[in-house]
Nanobody
Framework: QVHLVESGGGSAQAGGSLRLSCAAS??????????MAWFRQAPGKEREGVAY??????GYEDSVQGRFTISKDNAKNILYLQMNSLKPEDTAVYLC??????????????????WGQGIQVTVSS
């Protein structure tokens, strides 16, 4: 069984930065090969994928391209999301997700089998 725990959320001013972390524990065998992603969900909105990372590379949702960077530390079993040039519309609960073998779209929530509990990010103007 795998557990994912996010940290690093909080409040920031528009234009500021935050770095989210997602620590994996439990059965982390071959963590380096997992596909992982960050999603976010704002009140009254659907969950949306913002960034993913896999063995073949990374990808981003259009609204965060150039501002957010996803990365993994395979030695520590941690996923990161560096968020720069934050905007008020980035305000949401951010969740990390993982799957050992991805067989569908990398920013599709149904692709992932394991989820963190989520962490709040609030950006004020």
């Amino acid at each position: 069984q795998v557990h994912l725990v996010e940290s690093g959320g909080g409040s920031a001013q528009a234009g500021g930065s935050l770095r989210l972390s997602c620590a994996a524990s439990g059965d982390t065998y071959r963590f380096s090969a997992w596909s992982m992603a960050w999603f976010r969900q704002a009140p009254g909105k659907e969950r949306e994928g913002v960034a993913y990372i896999s063995r073949t590379g990374t990808g981003y949702e259009d609204s965060v391209q150039g501002r957010f960077t996803i990365s993994k530390d395979n030695a520590k079993n941690i996923l990161y999301l560096q968020m720069n040039s934050l905007k008020p519309e980035d305000t949401a609960v951010y969740l990390c997700a993982a799957v050992r073998i991805r067989d569908s779209g990398p920013l599709y929530a149904g692709t992932y089998s394991t989820w963190g509990q989520g962490i709040q990010v609030t950006v004020s103007s």
